[in-house]
């Protein structure tokens, strides 16, 4: 299991880093390289670093949202009327949008700040980007703790010195993070929400 200094340092990592405006893909490498050494049956352990990762990210991002009606008062008038554009495009599937951004690599403050411009409730957004961080996150801990314990000896005797665990885990997390983004992107968020909206018919 994590010490309690260990869950200090992973949580106070990821909001600090999170706090930095559009830093938002460091959060695959802090959650892959947090992972790397633990023993690949402490199945919680590597669950914990994708909770505690999310939850920092999480908790620096409602200091965004927070702060963010507070800058957007000394907009001018061009770009307080482009966030109230942006607002009323994702204001149909905010929770789904904010999900999935948080899940990607896509900078995530032009969503916030948009879900803020239009006062969006303060727990769904709270609740949607928990969640979309934690699948990337968790994701991420799984794989790096993976490379870790079952491919060190391979890395080693197969590539060069310089390629080390720490390195590959960091060349596959921004493979993942662009494929999830790829995927995203082919992904018609209208017709999605459209078809769970859709009542199902019962037959018999």
């Keep these: ?42 199945f919680s352990s590597v669950l914990i670093i994708g909770i505690l990762v999310s939850l920092g990210a999480t908790m620096a991002r409602i200091i965004h949202y927070k702060v963010t ?8 008038e061009k770009k307080r009327a482009t966030l109230e554009a942006n607002a009323a495009k994702i204001n149909k599937h905010a929770f ?8 990607t690599p896509f900078p995530e403050e032009p969503v916030i700040i948009s879900l803020a411009s239009m006062k969006y409730n303060i727990v769904k957004f709270s609740i949607a980007f928990f969640l979309g961080k934690l699948v990337i996150t968790t994701i991420s801990a799984f794989a ?20 080390t ?37 019962v037959q018999g």
């Design 69 to 76: 009606p507070l800058i957007s008062n000394r907009f001018n």
């Design 96 to 103: 789904l949008w904010l999900c999935l951004t948080a899940a």
């Design 144 to 163: 790096g703790n993976t490379i870790g314990n079952t491919m060190t000896e391979w890395i080693s005797t197969t590539f060069p010195a310089w390629l």
């Design 1 to 42: 299991m994590l010490t309690i200094l260990e869950i200090i340092v992973l949580f106070a990592t990821s909001f600090g880093i999170n706090l930095i405006p559009f830093f938002g893909p460091s959060n695959v490498f802090i959650a892959s390289l947090a992972a790397i050494n633990i023993d690949i049956t402490n």
């Design 165 to 201: 665990p720490e390195i590959m885990v960091t060349i596959m997390s921004t493979f993942l993070a662009i494929i999830v983004t790829v995927i995203l992107l082919k992904v018609d968020l209208s017709k999605l929400t459209r078809y769970f909206k859709k009542p199902k018919t």
